[in-house]
């Protein structure tokens, strides 16, 4: 009982930012986990493309909204972004590309997320 009490106040003491990179850290662990299992266990590779997709898909949404303050510039790249890795994971699924530009674009996000990594207003 005491594990989910701390499980759920760490959940609120977290930034959106900080929830982002959790994410993110999350499912580009699973992109990795994928990328080693045989090809014949399709039921990984789906399920981590799957979430993947849903994480970038739900990103452009958000930058799609007109109530949201990032930079015009910034929304778009995101949205290409996403638009990219949907194209990107169906091309893995069928055997033409590998998880490696997915992964490298997550930790790009990461990269920008992580602690410090704030950039001045």
């Given amino acids: ?8 106040a760490t ?8 929830m982002e990179y959790r994410l993110f850290g999350q499912v580009t662990r ?11 266990d399709l039921a990984t590779r789906i ?5 993947n997709r849903r994480l970038w898909s739900t990103l452009a949404a ?3 909204d007109a109530s949201n303050v990032l930079p015009a510039a910034v929304r778009a790249q995101i949205i290409s972004l996403s638009l990219f890795v949907n194209r990107h994971s169906s ?3 069928r055997g033409e590309e590998t998880f490696q530009d ?6 790009m996000m990461m990269q920008g997320l992580a602690p410090g990594a704030q950039q001045a207003a």
Avoid: K
């Avoid at 009982?1 to 759920?8: C, P, R, V």
């Avoid at 399920?47 to 979430?51: G, I, S, V």
């Avoid at 997915?102 to 930790?107: A, E, K, M, T, V």
């Fill in 1 to 8: 009982m005491s594990l989910q009490a701390y499980a759920a």
């Fill in 47 to 51: 399920d981590a493309l799957d979430w």
């Fill in 62 to 64: 958000d930058c799609g």
């Fill in 30 to 40: 699973a992109l990795v986990h994928a990328s080693t299992v045989d090809e014949r």
């Fill in 102 to 107: 997915l992964i490298d674009i997550n930790r």
């Fill in 11 to 18: 959940t609120r003491a977290e930034t959106p930012r900080d």
């Fill in 91 to 93: 091309a893995v699924m």
